[in-house]
């Protein structure tokens, strides 16, 4: 028998998105909501609610309902690394600790996800549970890049495949050759808000140079089960706003939040949206 497969609810849409999208596939979950962060409508759908650092908690609740599957869904703070040790020092060897607190948020993810593994649960992402909430392959909407944009794809995905062993951000603002803006631990939307003022001069308000594009990928070796890449419409405001002419992301491997908005939003700022092969390094054509 499958295991009960699980939801566990941090902030934002998605939760919901994937609530949704298991309910249309007719499959049964539960859902473990993080005080703080999960939403009123999936705070009424829990069955417990958890603090984010109340591990022991959250294993024992696990335990009851177990074996499970669990799909985290939403986004939560990551936690001061001091205060991770002390909820988990019980649990876990310290040196063990030390080094995943201390290194980047792929190495916590992955720390979190060992400790569930280690109590006997499996982690699914939720592309493996909610594939048709992920980009599909293609034009997206009314618009196409032109040759400048697809000149600076290119040079996107060069890019964002050399920085992947860096543990830095899943996307970048270029033109041509050129790297405007390579998200940090600050996230899209931030980065999208830096490249405004290069894009833009003087001081991020005059005509955005040609050919600038947002591209978002999957970093290589990336664990997809809790940080898959994701853009919406708040990512088109912004893209928008900065002077890009598009944006392109993986399909397959990238959530689109309310994608029939998403898509709406880039056909009436005049950008396009393009999902490039699951391979988005290899050669693509538009």
């Known amino acids: ?143 196409r890049p032109d040759a400048s944009a697809r000149a600076s794809i290119a040079a996107g995905r060069a890019l964002l495949g050399a920085l992947s062993p860096h543990d830095v951000g899943q996307a970048a603002v270029l033109v041509g050759q050129r790297a405007l803006a390579v998200e940090g631990p600050e996230g899209t939307d931030r980065m999208l808000a830096r490249a405004r003022g290069l894009a833009r001069r003087p001081f991020g308000y005059g005509r955005a140079q040609a050919g600038i594009v947002l591209v978002k990928l999957a970093k290589d070796g990336q664990d997809l089960r809790v940080d898959l890449p994701a853009i919406g419409p708040r990512t088109v405001a912004n893209a928008a706003a900065a002077g890009c002419a598009g944006l392109a992301v993986q399909a397959d491997l990238t959530l689109i939040i309310d994608r029939p908005a998403t898509i709406a939003a880039a056909d009436r700022a005049g950008l396009f949206l393009i999902g490039l092969p699951a391979d988005a390094r290899t050669g693509w054509d538009t």
């Not at 998105?17 to 979950?29: I, Q």
């Open 1 to 143: 028998m499958p295991a009960a497969l699980v939801l566990v609810a941090g902030a934002g849409r998605l939760p919901q998105l994937v609530a949704e999208s298991l309910d249309r596939a007719g499959r049964p979950f539960r859902v473990l909501a993080i005080r703080g962060f999960a939403e009123r409508a999936m705070r009424a759908r829990a069955e417990a609610t958890v603090d984010l650092l109340d591990i022991a908690g959250i294993l024992s609740i696990l335990k009851a309902w177990g074996p499970v599957s669990v799909v985290p869904a939403g986004g939560v703070s990551r936690p001061n690394p001091a205060a991770i040790l002390n909820a988990a020092a019980a649990l876990r060897n310290r040196e063990a600790l030390r080094a995943i607190s201390g290194g980047g948020d792929d190495r916590l993810l992955r720390g979190a996800l060992a400790l569930l593994e280690e109590n006997g649960h499996g982690v699914v992402g939720v592309h493996e549970v909610a594939p048709d909430l992920l980009s599909p392959e293609g034009v997206l909407g009314r618009h």
